[in-house]
């Protein structure tokens, strides 16, 4: 009994000392890196407030606001743990929550249970804490520690509710410091994105940030939290996109307001002011064929990959960099898997103009119904970003959608893009290609361009992601050329070799001249062997005996 007992002590001494390491270690992560106190100046209010313990912020299991969408991916096991920060309604004051796995079962609605730590404020001035518990602590730390070492539930009535594995933060957690804000880039209602800097894996990186605004008018509120929700959400599902067509996100920055996305920073801005601003004029069919239409059409085949259905394509939504890559950006409407019906009670708007007839009449979304919307993508980018139905009032163009009428090709457009724009919006989804025949269907186009020979000028390229990953991704620039080109380069090469055979024919002629100016042509002698050289000797002898019979 006693030995029992002693090996039970000291398992609790043993986790004791797991929980102060996680926390010592916590301690000095929170302390590296270089540090942006202008931001949390500036920018940054208390996330904590009074109400929640300074102390807590500085431990590395700590969350801050991590909403619980995104918690169920951190805690895997039974036991593991995390504290965070939550404000049910935004007159409430925030609280501190104890999140803990008390199952595995993906599909138990109580696989997670949430215990909020009480705080009361004791006559002397003493804060004193306390979960369900009447058990009072002077820290949250120590808390933790009380229920990790005695290993009773933190919630009583749930048995599997005891405290294991405090969970650290993850790599796309961004520190606030770690962040240093710059240029306004555009701003909204509710939020802003800023150029600026991040350290990612150890590495400052130039990026873009998302920055939501904090709101304090309480009639705002309610709808700031739906943004930062929105915000929350477009960075759950960016986190695992890796391909060069499709806009990179780093991480976000929860552990305090004002919440941030930190996302790559794309240089040259959206494809529609690439055509109505930038470059005006200057981009050529080649470069609007296989540049924008098949790089948007790769990163939105890619999306559909993932089981993702982006329900916002425009010309707007796709980045294009200066080295001419298409970029599918703006998830904030994205939904994973293969039908969304959205809820009347919403009353969101919707992009009328980009969406699908089903979409208007259900508000039914699917892999299809982005399908459609890149059909008006297609015709953005050969208007040279002309706005669809323009001069139309949104019945207008709805009753014209429903009824099966299209727009015209916009003036120059290729017939086979117009074509291809034809079998992107059939009013029957089912009659609808898919975003991988699209892609076939572009590099098809390109093939012929280039008689043939190769689908497009293929570009193995491989993505290194900040995680180690690195993902390779095939990237298309279009060179079809017209004839006329081809057979002026064909011209050109003819030329070429024509003076390579001559000043080779003239160095041959050259060479012959000097050889017949030579009076002594050296003989190239065979190397005497052994055997050779006795038989040299015996037709000597032989001669000197046959001349003296003669004489």
């Not at 520690?145 to 749930?158: D, L, T």
């Not at 040279?384 to 009032?393: D, F, I, L």
């Not at 992107?424 to 609808?432: D, G, H, Y």
Request: one cysteine or more; aromatic letters at 6%.
């Amino acid at each position: 009994m006693a030995s029992a007992e002693g090996g039970k002590a000291s398992h609790k001494e043993e986790r004791s000392k797991h929980f102060k390491k996680t926390s010592a270690d916590a301690s000095r992560s929170c302390n590296k890196g270089p540090s942006y106190d202008e931001i949390s100046k500036s920018r940054a209010s208390s996330s904590i407030t009074e109400d929640v313990a300074k102390h807590v912020e500085e431990e590395n299991f700590y969350h801050g606001l991590l909403p619980r969408e995104d918690i169920t991916s951190i805690l895997e096991k039974v036991g593991d743990f995390i504290v965070r920060t939550t404000q049910p309604r935004p007159s409430d004051p925030r609280e501190i929550v104890i999140s803990v796995r008390v199952s595995v079962d993906e599909s138990d609605p109580m696989a997670i249970r949430h215990v909020v730590v009480r705080k009361r404020k004791k006559q002397d001035g003493r804060i004193e804490w306390r979960a369900i518990e009447a058990e009072n602590f002077s820290t949250v730390r120590e808390l933790i520690e009380n229920y990790i070492a005695s290993r009773r539930p933190i919630n009583p009535e749930v048995k599997a509710s005891i405290l294991i594995r405090p969970i650290k933060r993850k790599p796309w957690e961004f520190l606030h410091d770690d962040i240093k804000l710059k240029d306004l880039l555009g701003e909204g209602q509710f939020g802003e994105v800023r150029a600026g800097e991040a350290l990612v894996n150890g590495k400052r990186l130039s990026v873009a940030i998302k920055v939501a605004k904090v709101v304090k008018e309480e009639s705002q509120m309610a709808k700031a939290k739906e943004k930062i929700k929105e915000m929350m959400h477009e960075a759950r599902l960016m986190r695992y996109f890796k391909h060069i067509n499709v806009v990179r996100i780093h991480g976000v920055a929860v552990l305090k307001e004002p919440l941030m996305i930190v996302m790559e920073r794309v240089y040259g801005g959206s494809i529609i002011d690439v055509l109505t601003v930038t470059r005006v004029g200057q981009v050529g069919e080649d470069e609007k064929i296989g540049n924008m239409s098949l790089g948007a059409a790769r990163g939105l085949e890619y999306v559909h990959s993932k089981n993702c259905i982006h329900r916002d394509i425009a010309a707007r939504n796709v980045l294009y960099t200066d080295t001419r890559i298409a970029k599918i950006s703006d998830f904030g409407m994205s939904r994973k898997g293969d039908i969304y019906e959205m809820s009347r009670a919403r009353n969101k708007k919707i992009p009328l103009k980009w969406t699908a007839p089903e979409s208007m009449v259900a508000l039914q979304y699917t892999k299809k119904t982005d399908v459609f919307s890149f059909s008006i993508l297609l015709w953005e980018i050969f208007s040279n970003g002309s706005e669809p139905y323009q001069g139309m009032t949104s019945l207008e163009v709805k009753r014209m959608i429903s009824c099966g009428e299209r727009m015209k090709a916009p003036e120059g457009c290729p017939n086979d893009m117009y074509e291809l724009m034809t079998k992107c919006w059939e009013q029957n989804p089912s009659k609808r290609i898919t975003m991988t025949e699209v892609v076939r269907y572009i590099e098809g186009l390109l093939s012929q361009e280039c008689g043939g020979t190769t689908t497009a000028t293929q570009a193995t390229r491989e993505e290194s992601s900040d995680d180690g990953c690195t993902s390779t991704v095939t990237t298309a620039t279009s060179k079809g050329r017209s004839k006329k080109k081809r057979a002026h380069k064909q011209k050109k090469r003819k030329h070429r070799h024509k003076h390579r055979r001559r000043r080779k024919t003239q160095s041959l002629k050259e060479r012959k001249g000097d050889a017949s100016d030579e009076k002594e042509v050296v003989k190239r002698t065979k190397p005497v062997t052994r055997r050779r050289r006795q038989s040299q000797n015996k037709m000597k002898s032989g001669e000197n005996k046959h001349t003296k019979i003669r004489g």
